[in-house]
């Protein structure tokens, strides 16, 4: 409605053409988001300093993407975004990347801890201590497949993945089978890409069924090899 439009616009900060106020009806019009919702999308993309439309389109894209077109559940993603971003600086202090970009990779694994996995910094912390410990290297990869293991285990809070911890190694001690991970499990990932990358020996070739045209060939062969070929007569001078 024009009535949106002009919130829309109000929000934003500025006046839109004919394309923009395309994109912002569209998202209502064609993908069935909630009015206010794009409004909370386009709230969040000017606080964050982005005044064109490419932005809030790609993240109401997403949004979409993944079920979400209410108001309600557009707030509660933004704020989980916020939230992510405030946890992936204390992240990058931690593994000492200080003020740097993020590599792809860093990305992926980050948002993965904190967005999808919704681990805070101080469960991330112990992930940490424990790869420095076992590695003597801050490697997130490392530290991924320890978090990957107490997400699949359901473990949710510090206190809980220490208990974990702490339980894995009792069991360790008195030989029992723990369900923590061993050094030996992630000793790749401490080792360096240029172990990963070398290559295996290649496998022998499999034995080949012959046809019963092929071993008459074989044994025409074996028997030429293993019988000897007479020598002709000299001729008498």
Do not use: C, M
Request: glycine share 8%; proline share 5%; net charge negative.
């Amino acid at each position: 409605t024009a009535q949106f439009i002009d919130e829309a616009q109000r929000v934003v900060g500025r006046t839109f053409n004919s394309y923009d106020t395309g994109i912002v009806a569209g998202l209502v019009d064609q993908l069935g988001f909630e009015e206010e919702a794009v409004l909370a999308i386009l709230a969040y993309a000017t606080r964050i300093g982005k005044k064109g439309l490419r932005y809030p389109e790609k993240l109401a894209l997403s949004f979409y993407d993944e079920g979400i077109t209410t108001e309600s559940g557009v707030v509660a993603r933004i704020a989980l975004i916020e939230h992510s971003a405030e946890v992936v600086g204390k992240i990058k202090q931690l593994f000492g990347i200080g003020s740097r970009e993020l590599s792809r990779t860093e990305k992926t694994l980050f948002d993965k801890w904190t967005q999808k996995f919704g681990y805070g910094i101080e469960v991330i912390r112990v992930a940490y201590d424990i790869t420095v410990d076992a590695t003597q290297k801050p490697l997130p990869k490392y530290a991924d497949a320890i978090l990957e293991k107490w997400h699949a285990e359901g473990l949710r809070t510090e206190e809980e993945v220490l208990a974990f911890e702490q339980k894995s190694k009792q069991q360790k001690n008195s030989g029992e089978e723990g369900k923590s991970y061993e050094l030996d499990d992630f000793f790749e990932l401490s080792r360096g890409d240029e172990f990963a990358s070398r290559k295996q020996p290649p496998a022998p070739p499999e034995p080949v069924e012959l046809t019963e045209s092929g071993k008459e060939i074989k044994k025409f062969v074996f028997e030429r090899v293993e019988r000897p070929v007479s020598q002709p007569k000299a001729q008498p001078s």
